[in-house]
């Protein structure tokens, strides 16, 4: 159903759609199934502006991401990846002002960070990795770190990240980080992008490539947690 009618429904016979897909996708200790979205997949059938894929981090986000795809005039399909730990997650919590004010992002600044100048390593991801590499970084007390997430992978918000990268001229070091194994994830994708319309080579940081998404065993999925983390900021 994805593949013959709502990622190719335009190009092959003009349909244009404003379906929403909200699809779990999150690494929080349970089984494969649990997991993975494959994300990956969805990246590969983007070309040619035929669907969105977003993967929101905040209340505020969300819901001007959903207000956005009800609005706007030229319909597209939308593929929203929706980590269930963010549902009671307070720190992803947004103001009522924030609610009724603003809109979609597709690339969110450091909110925290240190400054501009003092950054020399400038980390993107994607989702809900972001709120335990911030309280890594608050923990570790890290003020050469900037954290930024990328809300929407597809279409490629390049103007966006390149004002990012402008914003931390100091930072000799980018890096991608994801939860998702080497193999899997954005990581492919956001490489060749990168590459080809910033002129920019992003490091990955991410689980070692695998055949499932997850391990399925809550106390390895911690120690690959940390893992993950310690390599995020290893060196710093």
């Not at 969110?108 to 911030?134: I, N």
């Not at 914003?167 to 492919?188: D, H, I, K, S, T």
Request: hydrophobic share 40%; aromatic share 8%.
């Amino acid at each position: 159903i994805v593949d013959q009618f709502i990622a190719a429904a335009e190009d092959k016979w003009g349909q244009r759609s404003g379906v929403t897909l909200l699809l779990p996708h999150g690494f929080e200790g349970q089984g494969p199934e649990h997991s993975s979205a494959r994300l990956e997949r969805f990246l590969q059938l983007a070309g040619e502006d035929n669907i969105q894929v977003a993967v929101p981090s905040t209340a505020a986000q969300y819901f001007h991401l959903l207000r956005r795809q009800a609005l706007r005039a030229n319909r597209k399909p939308l593929v929203v990846m929706t980590p269930k730990s963010l549902l009671r997650l307070p720190a992803a919590r947004s103001t009522a002002e924030e609610l009724t004010g603003g809109q979609f992002l597709e690339v969110l600044p450091d909110p925290e960070g240190p400054r501009p100048e003092a950054v020399t390593r400038l980390v993107f991801c994607s989702g809900k990795v972001w709120y335990d590499l911030a309280k890594r970084r608050r923990d570790g007390g890290l003020d050469k770190v900037a954290l930024v997430r990328v809300e929407q992978l597809y279409p490629f918000p390049a103007e966006a990240i390149r004002r990012q990268l402008d914003a931390y001229p100091n930072a000799e070091e980018r890096l991608w980080v994801q939860e998702e194994p080497e193999n899997m994830g954005a990581w492919w994708y956001l490489r060749l992008r990168a590459e080809q319309e910033l002129g920019v080579r992003l490091r990955p940081v991410c689980r070692d490539e695998g055949a499932a998404p997850a391990a399925g065993s809550p106390t390895l999925h911690q120690q690959e947690q940390q893992e993950l983390l310690d390599r995020a900021f290893a060196g710093l």
